[in-house]
């Protein structure tokens, strides 16, 4: 017999790799005949995001609530907590799932809270990274990894998208007290249809938040290296937003690139791989982008790094994968623009990525660890 729950996610920023994983729960949730809704805050995101909103506004049965989260735990948090505990408090919600670090430790604190009042709620956590990203051996990182290990104690289960998110959790917070899962990121059916390339396409494409973490300073400087190596010039398109935006813009015009490398804002990623031959992604650091995946089930070719659950993507000793090195880049950059057939060979099929990360089999994984915590 089909249950129907009250299912609320909670996280801080609605851009990037959450935001899309949490668009496509809530889709299959709703479509699943559960009530969902969404918290989170008010003060990040532009008009792209709006839009998103708009869109599912009508199907979530439970609401879109914004309220200002600051990023970084601070004074502010104390009034941006009990507003949001409100909130949620009034929604009467059977699962409180939380992604990242500050709607994971909201989802818990808020979610036991409830416990307290008599309340049946599962409480789940996502980190998709999140606080996993910050070095064990800082002050910084041991005082997350130290309220991470403190908040284990309030979740009923933890939820992976990658094996190299769990194992990182496992060696900087500790082994998990509490039933985990391996739960990849999903594409939708028709995300798996090829992507034509517009005829005056660039060489290259960056899509992504427009911070350092995700490496566009290292695009820049390879397609310098590489288009003065091959002594013509490279062509890209950067697509996303970001606080270090204005900072990659000066780094273009000081290496000369100006001419050559468009910026433009947030965009649908099946719009943006129109705009370009190869999708570059050049990050440091990762869980299992949906990027990655996006491009691949598009038909796009791509360089990654091989960092966080990538590898798990391509294989471990995929030649497509590099270190997070401009110096590296540009030389795979040459590769492929002179073996471009040979080079998209390279790329995992469309079957296999369908088995493995489809948004069917995410939701329905999800669904299960949601009922199992609710059982305890």
């Not at 949620?88 to 059977?94: F, V």
């Not at 997350?144 to 194992?167: I, N, P, Q, W």
């Not at 995992?348 to 949601?370: C, H, N, S, W």
Request: aromatic share 8%; proline share 6%; charged share 25%.
């Amino acid at each position: 017999m089909a249950v129907n729950l009250r299912i609320v996610h909670c996280f801080r920023s609605p851009v990037g790799g959450i935001f899309r994983h949490v668009r496509d729960l809530t889709e299959a949730q709703v479509a699943a005949g559960h009530a969902v809704g969404i918290v989170c805050d008010s003060t990040t995101g532009g008009d792209y995001e709006e839009r998103l909103f708009e869109a599912m506004k009508d199907s979530l049965a439970l609401g879109i609530h914004r309220t200002p989260m600051q990023r970084h735990v601070g004074p502010g948090d104390l009034a941006s907590a009990w507003r949001t505990y409100r909130i949620i408090q009034e929604l009467r919600p059977d699962v409180l799932h939380g992604h990242g670090a500050k709607g994971g430790a909201y989802a818990r604190l808020f979610g036991s809270l409830l416990r307290v009042s008599r309340s049946r709620v599962a409480r789940l956590y996502s980190p998709h990274g999140g606080s996993l990203h910050y070095d064990e051996t800082t002050a910084t990182g041991k005082l997350f990894f130290g309220l991470e290990h403190f908040m284990a104690r309030f979740t009923d289960c933890l939820l992976f998208v990658s094996d190299y998110e769990r194992k990182t959790y496992r060696r900087k917070v500790g082994e998990p007290p509490v039933p985990n899962r391996l739960v990849y990121n999903g594409l939708r059916a028709a995300e798996f249809e090829p992507v034509a390339t517009a005829a005056d396409a660039a060489d290259f494409l960056y899509i992504g938040m427009m911070r350092d973490l995700k490496g566009p300073d290292i695009f820049i400087d390879a397609l310098a290296l590489a288009g003065s190596e091959l002594e013509r010039p490279l062509s890209a398109v950067m697509v996303g937003d970001g606080d270090d935006l204005p900072r990659y813009h000066v780094r273009v015009e000081r290496l000369g690139l100006k001419n050559r490398v468009r910026f433009l804002p947030p965009m649908p990623a099946r719009q943006a791989f129109a705009l370009a031959e190869l999708v570059v992604v050049p990050s440091r650091a990762e869980a299992m982008p949906y990027i990655v995946l996006e491009a691949l089930a598009a038909g796009m070719p791509m360089i990654a790094t091989a960092v966080g659950g990538i590898p798990e993507i391509f294989g471990e000793s995929s030649p497509v994968l590099i270190r997070p090195d401009p110096v590296e880049l540009a030389g795979k950059m040459k590769t492929t623009l002179d073996e471009r057939d040979a080079y998209r060979e390279m790329m995992p099929q469309a079957d296999e990525l369908k088995a493995r990360f489809g948004a069917d089999v995410m939701a329905a994984e999800i669904e299960t660890a949601y009922l199992a915590a609710l059982n305890k």
